[in-house]
């Protein structure tokens, strides 16, 4: 006699082939909705068949998923925003310290302790080993602050008199873990420092 399962053991097979799915998912956002599916499976499974505990883990079960996934949908909105959308410096400037510097002085030299990364408010600085000049509106010196040693990579000298606004190392960690935006701007401003500094040296190589 061919025995044809019953739709209640359909709806069981495919809970537990879900459940199975959730263990092959390398990622949060399909691991949730797979999670998902699987938990109003299961709540079909066990009202159809009266399993009660598998009910009602289930019917628990399901909107912690359904909230679990909303904020990984909102963090990820977060970051495209972020990628997308350039930062706007003056939301710093609270977190910032005002420092003035002298035409010629040196704001660090290269070895030294990496332990604040600069905006330019006013004035020029020349970054000496590359010959780099920057303007006013630039930020420096958040290589050293990301780098394993804390140690700065070059030598920054005010080439006019200078009004700078600091951020201490503790403050550009927190920033960058709590505002993406901060956290894609420093990226790419380091990328773009990067590549430049290289093709820098090609061109004296």
Not at 14 to 35: D, Q
Not at 98 to 112: H, P
Not at 151 to 169: G, M
């Amino acid at each position: 006699m061919e025995i044809v399962p019953s739709l209640g053991e359909i709806i069981g097979y495919i809970a537990s082939g879900l459940v199975f799915l959730t263990f092959c998912m390398k990622t949060m956002m399909p691991l949730r909705l797979v999670a998902i599916g699987s938990n109003v499976a299961f709540i079909a499974y066990g009202a159809f068949n009266s399993l009660f505990p598998i009910l009602v883990l289930h019917s628990l079960l399901l909107p912690l998923n359904i909230f679990r996934t909303n904020q990984i949908w909102q963090l990820i909105r977060t970051s495209d925003d972020a990628e997308n959308t350039e930062l706007n410096i003056e939301d710093l400037f609270p977190y910032m310290t005002d420092e003035k510097f002298r035409a010629d002085e040196m704001v660090f030299r290269k070895g030294d302790v990496s332990d604040k990364l600069y905006y330019i408010a006013e004035g020029k600085i020349g970054i000496e080993e590359y010959g780099a000049e920057l303007e006013t509106g630039s930020l420096f010196g958040e290589i050293g602050i990301f780098s394993d040693d804390k140690i700065r990579t070059a030598s920054a000298r005010c080439l006019t008199h200078c009004k700078l606004l600091s951020l201490t190392e503790k403050q550009v960690r927190e920033l960058y873990f709590q505002n993406p935006k901060f956290g894609y701007f420093v990226i790419r401003l380091m990328a773009r420092r990067l590549i430049r500094n290289v093709r820098e040296l090609e061109k004296t190589s």
